[in-house]
């Protein structure tokens, strides 16, 4: 039986860990942890799944998330390759009266978000990147340095967006497993007509329990968890690809234009065609 809570690793002469997970090592299920996660993802792509969040991340991309948000990196392949330097540290690794001292306030409130998500975005993303790739090198209090440094930039800047907060969870081991189950399902299928049925009978739930089941713990109805899915899938091709919208509609689990149009103003408050414009690559 797969665990919610992993127990991260901690090496006797470090006060935090930061090192290079790859394949096979990439591949975390569903899981949340009592330290703060700062991760660079350095190879692969796919679906991020940070709390209620779901959206795709590239090679590049910075996440901060605070302790106890459940998470999940799902790559958009098996055969491509995930990697990730991934700093973990409890929110008091350098002592409670040390973030009470005045200096260190804006970093005090940063971390005190304890069920908060955050994607770094632009020239922050850049810049933290390249402390993160010192960081892993590093030994004594130069580590400690650029975690400080990596935090006060954070907690200062707004290049960053909220993607997830107060988001709290009370599962236990075996409903974790269940919420594996009808994630790996999802995303196997969405692009599949999917019913409350269908996917209540793999978890041999009853659909009211289900859907309570899946509320409580993803902090959204099951078809707006597909939503989301399916959108994202929709706008990676029309940044990816130049094929015709439509075709993309039908391509991204719909049948129709009307209700995929809809869905995807809901998410990206943009309609397809403008999203396109924004995204296209030069």
């Given at each position: 039986?797969?665990?919610?809570?992993?127990?991260?690793?901690?090496?006797?002469?470090?006060?935090?860990?930061?090192?290079?997970?790859?394949?096979?090592?990439?591949?975390?299920?569903?899981?949340?942890?009592?330290?703060?996660?700062?991760?660079?993802?350095?190879?692969?792509?796919?679906?991020?799944?940070?709390?209620?969040?779901?959206?795709?991340?590239?090679?590049?991309?910075?996440?901060?998330?605070?302790?106890?948000?459940?998470?999940?990196?799902?790559?958009?392949?098996?055969k491509i390759v995930g990697?990730?330097?991934?700093?973990?540290?409890?929110?008091?690794?350098?002592?409670?009266?040390?973030?009470?001292?005045?200096?260190?306030?804006?970093?005090?409130?940063?971390?005190?978000?304890?069920?908060?998500?955050?994607?770094?975005?632009?020239?922050?993303?850049?810049?933290?990147?390249?402390?993160?790739?010192?960081?892993?090198h590093m030994e004594g209090?130069?580590?400690?340095?650029?975690?400080?440094?990596?935090?006060?930039?954070?907690?200062?800047?707004?290049?960053?967006?909220?993607?997830?907060?107060?988001?709290?969870?009370?599962?236990?081991?075996?409903?974790?497993?269940?919420?594996?189950?009808?994630?790996?399902?999802?995303?196997?299928?969405?692009?599949?007509?999917?019913?409350?049925?269908?996917?209540?009978?793999?978890?041999?739930?009853?659909?009211?329990?289900?859907?309570?089941?899946?509320?409580?713990?993803?902090?959204?109805?099951?078809?707006?968890?597909?939503?989301?899915?399916?959108?994202?899938?929709?706008?990676?091709?029309?940044?990816?690809?130049?094929?015709?919208?439509?075709?993309?509609?039908?391509?991204?689990?719909?049948?129709?234009?009307?209700?995929?149009?809809?869905?995807?103003?809901?998410?990206?408050?943009?309609?397809?065609?403008?999203?396109?414009?924004?995204?296209?690559?030069?």
């Amino acid at each position: 039986m797969k665990t919610l809570i992993q127990k991260i690793h901690l090496e006797e002469h470090h006060s935090f860990a930061c090192r290079t997970y790859r394949t096979p090592d990439f591949e975390t299920a569903w899981h949340k942890h009592l330290e703060c996660e700062l991760i660079l993802i350095t190879e692969g792509n796919g679906t991020a799944l940070i709390g209620d969040y779901i959206g795709e991340y590239k090679e590049g991309d910075i996440f901060f998330l605070g302790p106890n948000v459940p998470h999940w990196f799902r790559k958009s392949s098996q055969k491509i390759v995930g990697s990730a330097i991934v700093i973990h540290f409890l929110r008091d690794f350098c002592g409670e009266t040390f973030l009470a001292l005045p200096e260190i306030k804006p970093v005090a409130r940063l971390l005190e978000n304890k069920n908060t998500g955050i994607q770094l975005q632009e020239n922050l993303s850049i810049d933290i990147a390249v402390l993160i790739r010192q960081l892993e090198h590093m030994e004594g209090i130069e580590r400690i340095q650029l975690l400080l440094n990596c935090l006060q930039k954070i907690s200062i800047s707004p290049e960053q967006k909220v993607i997830t907060m107060t988001f709290d969870t009370i599962t236990s081991g075996e409903e974790n497993s269940v919420i594996e189950i009808i994630i790996d399902y999802s995303f196997k299928h969405f692009l599949n007509p999917i019913s409350l049925k269908e996917v209540a009978g793999i978890t041999r739930m009853s659909i009211p329990a289900f859907c309570r089941f899946f509320k409580r713990n993803i902090k959204k109805s099951y078809f707006d968890f597909i939503k989301e899915i399916r959108i994202g899938h929709a706008c990676k091709l029309l940044r990816e690809t130049n094929r015709p919208v439509l075709d993309i509609c039908y391509d991204s689990g719909y049948n129709s234009w009307a209700h995929f149009s809809k869905q995807f103003k809901t998410v990206t408050k943009i309609p397809p065609s403008q999203y396109r414009k924004q995204h296209i690559k030069n």
